[in-house]
């Protein structure tokens, strides 16, 4: 186990530790920054007694994130909520950090919003692009046309159809998706299940080997009342099965008080599909590992991409 582990589980845990497990320092805070947990360690840091006797220089490395990620995302919910005022007539889903931040985490600054994804049925993509306003451009299209990226020249607005970048249209996810009234009349975030599989799926494109910020997304995803036999199901359905055992070996690996929800979604796969998923996250267990082997990430996404 990666000594730095300890501490990572204290600085994203929503209940921290009294004490910050002992590591190097220095390391800790390069594995922060690159794992996009800056933020939520931040908060601790500065409102815990957590933070006590840390010394300033690792507090100012990770405040400066705190700080940056506050204002960034007010920038970013603005720009979306205004965009999507000119589109009132097309249903969205919201995706990624702009559904997950004040679905999951309790402080908008705890989860930086990055990137701005949406789910827009083919059928409204044109609608939609016809309609968004604030300056926002349709600057690239791709996947047969499944995806499209919008920007204002400083935030970028991007569209899928399915559970993850370039995937088919998926039904359910717009079904069962629930309001969020807060960017619209027509405006949604996943269901549970849906929010789970759409991780999963982003986990996938990155061969799991991800930030650590996704497994806490997937983390605090399980802590929500969904049906595991729905998920399985799903992802079955899906060709998101290989990618779903993996993501649940490693997210109870990481933080093991989900590790029996992370059983209870994790599918029943061959005997060769199950080692070879296995390896992939085997590899994937180091946060301080921050680079690998050439070639090593597309063998991967190989096994674990949805089949």
Not at 232 to 241: I, M, Q
Not at 242 to 254: H, M
Request: aromatic share 6%.
């Amino acid at each position: 186990m990666s000594p730095l582990l300890p501490a990572l589980r204290a600085l994203t845990s929503f209940s921290p530790l009294a004490e910050l497990p002992a590591c190097d320092l220095d390391a800790l805070a390069t594995v922060l920054v690159a794992h996009g947990l800056a933020p939520i360690a931040s908060w601790h840091c500065e409102q815990t007694r957590l933070g006590a006797g840390l010394p300033d220089r690792f507090r100012e490395t990770l405040l400066g994130h705190y700080s940056g990620t506050v204002n960034d995302n007010v920038l970013r919910l603005v720009t979306l909520r205004n965009a999507l005022k000119d589109v009132p007539g097309v249903p969205v889903v919201l995706l990624d950090g702009a559904a997950y931040v004040d679905w999951l985490y309790p402080h908008m600054a705890w989860r930086p919003v990055s990137d701005l994804r949406l789910a827009v049925r083919g059928a409204h993509g044109r609608r939609f692009a016809d309609g968004i306003g604030r300056g926002m451009k349709l600057v690239s299209t791709g996947d047969e046309g499944r995806t499209a990226t919008f920007s204002d020249g400083s935030v970028d607005v991007s569209l899928q159809e399915g559970l993850w970048r370039g995937a088919r249209e998926d039904d359910a996810l717009f079904a069962r998706a629930t309001p969020a009234p807060a960017f619209g009349p027509q405006a949604g975030r996943p269901a549970p299940e849906e929010g789970l599989l759409c991780a999963v799926g982003d986990l996938a494109g990155e061969a799991l080997w991800a930030p650590l910020l996704r497994y806490l997304d997937l983390r605090e995803l399980l802590r929500l009342p969904h049906d595991p036999a729905l998920v399985k199901a799903r992802a079955d359905r899906a060709g998101l099965s290989r990618a779903l055992y993996g993501a649940s070996l490693l997210v109870a690996f990481f933080f093991p008080e989900v590790a029996e929800a992370a059983a209870a979604v994790r599918p029943a796969l061959g005997a060769m599909e199950r080692a070879a998923v296995e390896q992939v996250a085997e590899g994937a267990r180091d946060p301080g590992k921050l680079r690998h082997l050439r070639g090593a990430e597309a063998a991967a996404r190989l096994v674990v991409a949805p089949a």
